[in-house]
Every structure is written in C-alpha cells, then in structure tokens.
Antibody
Framework: QVQLQESGPGLVKPSETLSLTCTVS????????WSWIRQPPGKGLEWIGY???????NYNPSLKSRVTISVDTSKNQFSLKLSSVTAADTAVYYC?????????????????WGQGTLVTVSS | EIVLTQSPATLSLSPGERATLSCRAS??????LAWYQQKPGQAPRLLIY???NRATGIPARFSGSGSGTDFTLTISSLEPEDFAVYYC???????FGQGTKLEIK
C-alpha cells in the first residue's frame, strides 16, 4: 500500500521560504506524477504544482513565480519550496500521487494523499 | 480558467436517503471530472474519476454521471460514514469546486 508523508516546519515567517518534503513508501516514485495541493483552514483545495519522476514540472499559474518542486528518486522523495510567503499561504499542505491508468500515466486526478501538514505563516 | 460551481453548498439528509450532488463547469470539460470525499482532519479520498468510473475500493452506492458542463454524484442510500464534504475536480488545470457539505438531518 502506497503511503505519503509530508514533513517540514509548521511555522514560517512572512517573506521567508516554505520548504516541505514528501516521502513515498510502499512503492516507487518512478513512473508516476506527484503533486502538492493546499487547503487554507476552513476553505477549499488549491493545486500548487506537479513533478514527474523524470524531473519535468508544471505549476499553477497563480503561484508559478514563487514555486519550485524537485524530486530525489534515490530517497523516494519530492519537495516543495514556496518563496516570499504571506499569511495567505497559511494552509494544510498535502502531497499526492496522480492516478495512472492504462490509457495515461497522468489521468489528471489524485489517488493517494498524505495526511497533510499545517503550515502557518506568522512572525 | 475553468470554474467549477457545486450545489447545494449544504445538503441535509438522513441515513438511508438518496443524495444528489451537482457540479457545473464554466465551460466543457468533456468527461474529465472527478469527485472526492473529505472528512474532518483527513485528506480527500478519490471516489469517482472520468465522470463515472469508481476508484479502487469505492462502494457501489457511489455513482457519477454527466459530461460537458453538468455532472452529478449520487449516493444511493446514505450510510453514517458518508456524511462529509464532497469536492469535484477537473483535470485540465486541476481546479476544484468549492465543496458541498453533506450533513445529517
């Protein structure tokens, strides 16, 4: 059974960089697409960006200037960096795996999720 | 940008009743729409993808239908564990609807 676990600081100061890592266990990071998704407290879900195990990326246009997602296949991990954070970036951050079907390695949906980690931006 | 609008915002029903949740897209997404269930303090769970395909392990009481701009998630007979928030999601830019809260009446 694939499991994902987010890790990183729970508190980040305004203007600094938020850094999170997702560790994948029970399966290989290879041959899949992986995303970061966030959810402000009491609100809906926002896709941040994805990375393929090969390193290719795609980001939400609204966050693109501040986001970097990277992968380390040797550690079965991928990571998120979000720069110049403000209080509006306070959210639960989830990592997730993209559903793969026989027709497409990226079906565009998320079938495995981490439990989420709350990151608060505050001085 | 494709906007997904879910209705109603809150749906109050009793166990055993049938639930019908709606998701409308601002432009056609063909059949490329998914539904998720989220319980408090938990990550979302994929229920339905490509409008009508149940994800692995999802009970048969959950079904999805629709294409183009109008989609429906139906829960045929509500179980106590089905009361949660439901989100739709389209795959082009991975945008989500704002959610429908299914609460116990």
């Amino acid at each position: 059974q694939v499991q994902l676990q987010e890790s990183g600081p729970g508190l980040v100061k305004p203007s600094e960089t938020l850094s999170l890592t997702c560790t994948v266990s029970g399966g290989s990071i290879s041959s899949y697409y992986w995303s970061w998704i966030r959810q402000p407290p009491g609100k809906g879900l926002e896709w941040i960006g994805y990375i393929y195990y090969s390193g290719s990326t795609n980001y939400n246009p609204s966050l693109k200037s501040r986001v970097t997602i990277s992968v380390d296949t040797s550690k079965n991990q991928f990571s998120l960096k979000l720069s110049s954070v403000t209080a509006a970036d306070t959210a639960v951050y989830y990592c997730a795996r993209h559903l793969a079907t026989r027709m497409a390695p990226n079906a565009g949906y998320f079938d495995y999720w981490g439990q989420g980690t709350l990151v608060t931006v505050s001085s | 940008e494709i906007v997904l609008t879910q209705s109603p915002a809150t749906l109050s029903l009793s166990p055993g009743e049938r639930a019908t949740l709606s998701c409308r897209a601002s432009q056609s997404v063909s059949s490329y729409l998914a539904w998720y269930q989220q319980k408090p303090g938990q990550a979302p769970r994929l229920l339905i993808y490509d409008a009508s395909n149940r994800a692995t392990g999802i009970p048969a009481r959950f079904s999805g239908s629709g294409s183009g701009t109008d989609f429906t998630l139906t829960i045929s007979s509500l179980e106590p564990e089905d009361f949660a928030v439901y989100y739709c999601q389209q795959r082009r830019r991975y945008t989500f609807g704002q959610g429908t809260k299914l609460e116990i009446k």
